[in-house]
């Protein structure tokens, strides 16, 4: 399977825990998109790096949020102290630089806080 | 602010009814509308827009982009219950980050 795939894709944790999620992107893609989606909602966009070098990242973002991407290839999105309000679906996209309207989407990683 | 609207929010119709989904968008510098079907796991990809009037077509689904109106449809014809998602309609803003409509829930009854 070449597509983008997320790990785990499920995570219950108690409120106060970290976490921490794992993309790994189409391997030719050099733009990799983290985002967040809620029940009813379009997905919200967090962060996104252009190889390695994280190149913007949301207002809406607390300090507790942070994500990287080392080597250029996988990227790791670290939640801590994580509230019950962070319990969402949080979704991995990749492109091409040459491309990079269309992103394609990971399975998600379902975070729920208890 | 650049913004992506989606209608109707939600849809029920029945099985082989013709549907017509509708995004309309305003977005700085706009380049390309994005169509995705959404079922309970990740969107998936269904088109890429960037041209008025050329529709683009996978087997029953059509989607075609106005950008003098700055609207697009997204058409299922003979619809099936496999066809039941969200349907999300997303265009890039700065930086290319999606800008995403709220989606249109179809249920496709048999």
């Known amino acids: 399977d070449t597509g983008v795939s997320q790990d785990p894709r499920h995570k219950i944790t108690k409120r106060g825990q970290n976490v921490t999620f794992r993309c790994d992107p189409i391997s030719e893609h050099n733009r990799l998109y983290w985002y967040r989606q809620t029940l009813g909602q379009g997905p919200e966009f967090l962060t996104y790096f252009q190889n390695e070098a994280q190149l913007e990242k949301s207002r809406l973002l607390s300090d507790r949020f942070s994500a990287e991407r080392p080597k250029g290839s996988f990227s790791t999105l670290e939640i801590q102290r994580t509230e019950q309000g962070d319990s969402a679906m949080y979704l991995c996209?990749?492109?091409?630089?040459?491309?990079?309207?269309?992103?394609?989407f990971g399975p998600g990683t379902r975070l729920l806080v208890l | 602010e650049d913004k992506v609207v989606q209608s109707p929010l939600s849809l029920v119709v029945h099985e082989g009814d013709t549907v017509t989904l509708n995004c309309s968008y305003e977005v700085t510098n706009f380049r390309s509308l994005l169509w995705y079907k959404q079922e309970k796991k990740a969107p998936t990809f269904l088109f890429m827009l960037?041209?008025s009037g050329i529709e683009k077509k996978s087997g029953r689904l059509s989607s075609i982009l106005d950008k003098k109106e700055l609207f697009s449809i997204l058409n299922i014809t003979a619809t099936q219950t496999g066809d039941s998602a969200v349907y999300l309609c997303?265009?890039?803003?700065?930086?290319?980050?999606?800008?995403w409509g709220l989606g249109t829930s179809l249920a496709v009854n048999p």
């Open positions: 996209a990749s492109s091409l630089l040459t491309d990079q309207e269309t992103q394609y």
């Open positions: 960037t041209s």
């Open positions: 997303a265009a890039p803003g700065n930086n290319r980050k999606l800008i």
